[in-house]
């Protein structure tokens, strides 16, 4: 078992794990239009899969957000 | 130096009594030239709060009309205004706030014909619009021009905001491209808790007075997010990404971008 921090939260994940599959398990709306960031840094999406997941990893989803006028 | 009158010692006392604005920032607020993109829901709140704040010239630029869908949020126009160009209305009632406010009103949308010419009379620019392509054009052309502004989107009852300096994460940074048209909701399609756009507003007319005050610590290399069905805040830091398309160190855009509206987006737009 470790531990990664989605959004600041901790989830106990079993590893081997890539970050692919955290966004899976983490059911992610529309994964393509997601942003994310691993331990401060953005990681092209190309990449998502390749990337294995250590404990303690911060991981951030950011979303788009539009709205405002109109 | 600015000269106070009584009056605007009077006006401005309660800024005055701040240890940190003082007189010197109050001139400094009154000496600014903020550009406010987008006179609906964000813009709204962000203009009452910099005219009430003495800012000395706001750019408001917003083809639209008000329409009556818009009075749940977009609380400068009043219901009096329906069918009136929102940066008329806009106008009126910054001056009706603060008569020593100047204000320039484009009724036109911001688009790359016209995005450096209006940015380059600003100090700060404030992002209030509705849609990704103005969102990413406001970036472009900041980052070019090297001019700092604030960012703000807002989507059913979550809001997210930034501030950007030259040299600091831009929005480009965070999010490569606008996403493909119609993938992510509007609000006018997935609806918006009014009182949102006045969070997200005031935020970002707050950030305004602190970038001319220099008052504190800016939203920079920071994205605020908060989810108002849980008032949950969180602060993700972000950084400058050496490879962004536009302020990285080899930027491969090198001219303004007028991306597509979805078709339902664009007949809403030109309502």
Known sequence: MANIYVNGEAQEVNLPLSLSELIRLNKVVQPDMVSVQLNEEFVDRNDWKNIQLKDGDNVDFLYFMGGGSK | ?271
Not at chain 2, 44 to 59: D, E, K, Q, T, W
Not at chain 2, 106 to 114: A, I, K, M, P
């Open chain 2, 1 to 271: 130096m600015i000269d106070f009158t009584e009056e605007q010692i009077q006006r401005y006392s309660r800024h005055i009594l701040l240890q940190d604005v003082g007189v010197e920032g109050q001139e400094k607020i009154m000496n600014a030239r903020v550009l406010v993109v987008g006179a609906g829901g964000i813009g709204a709140p962000v203009s009452l709060y910099l005219a009430a704040a003495g800012i000395g010239r706001i750019g408001i630029i917003d083809a639209d009309v008000v329409d009556l869908s818009n009075l749940q949020r977009q609380v400068i126009h009043f219901t009096k205004d329906v069918g009136v160009p929102k940066v008329k209305s806009a106008e009126e009632k910054i001056k009706a706030i603060n008569p020593d406010v100047k204000v320039d009103t484009y009724q036109e949308f911001l688009d790359s014909s016209n995005a450096l010419d209006i940015i380059k009379e600003y100090d700060f620019v404030v992002d209030g619009t509705d849609n990704f392509p103005v969102k990413f054009l406001i970036n472009d052309a900041c980052v070019m021009v090297g001019k700092p502004f604030s960012h703000g989107g807002i989507l059913r009852f979550n809001g997210q905001t930034f501030t950007h300096l030259p040299g600091t994460a831009c929005y480009r940074c965070m999010f490569k491209e606008p996403p493909p048209a119609g993938a992510v909701p509007t609000c006018s399609q997935a609806g918006v808790l009014g009182a949102i756009a006045g969070m997200i507003g005031t935020i970002q007319a707050a950030e305004t007075l602190k970038y001319f005050t220099g008052v504190g610590e800016l939203l920079t290399n920071k994205l605020l997010t908060f989810d108002a069905k849980t008032m949950q805040f969180r602060t993700v830091a972000v950084k400058h990404r050496d490879t962004c398309a536009i302020c990285g160190s080899h930027p491969t855009i090198d001219h303004l971008i007028d991306y597509e509206q979805a078709a339902c987006d664009l007949k809403q737009h030109r309502k």
